[in-house]
């Protein structure tokens, strides 16, 4: 069974490959995943590795903290993203007879300053 591994505070300049190499060194690794900006398409600086569950864990006890390229990583466990519920919401929609004025749910008066 395989462990996905959260790495960051990477280099804006280290490669996937760097990164494969890197974790190669505790066990085989199934992927390797740098995030990057979709417009821009840079680094956003973290990224993630998957590996079996024996060679993740010797990852995180080795690379945790370690040096690459004059930074600092943070290597964990990945959690899964869940979305936060933030309440209230929107009723969305509204049409021409809403107070919002046809702005959509709730848009109000917004003062300029």
Do not use: C, H, W
Not at 41 to 56: H, I, L, P, Q, T
Not at 64 to 77: I, Q, S
């Amino acid at each position: 069974m395989t462990k996905k591994l959260f790495v960051g505070n990477l280099s804006f300049q280290t490669s996937e490959q760097e990164l494969n190499d890197l974790f190669a060194q505790v066990g085989k690794v199934e992927s390797v995943s740098i995030i990057t900006d979709r417009m821009t398409g840079r680094s956003k600086g973290f990224g993630f590795v998957e590996m079996d569950n024996e060679a993740a864990e010797n990852a995180i006890a080795k690379f945790n903290g370690a040096d690459l390229d004059g930074r600092k990583l943070t290597v964990n466990e990945a959690r899964p993203l869940v979305k936060k519920d933030f309440g209230g919401g929107g009723a969305g929609g509204g049409g021409r007879d809403s107070q919002a004025g046809g702005r959509g749910g709730g848009g109000g008066r917004r003062d300029r300053y």
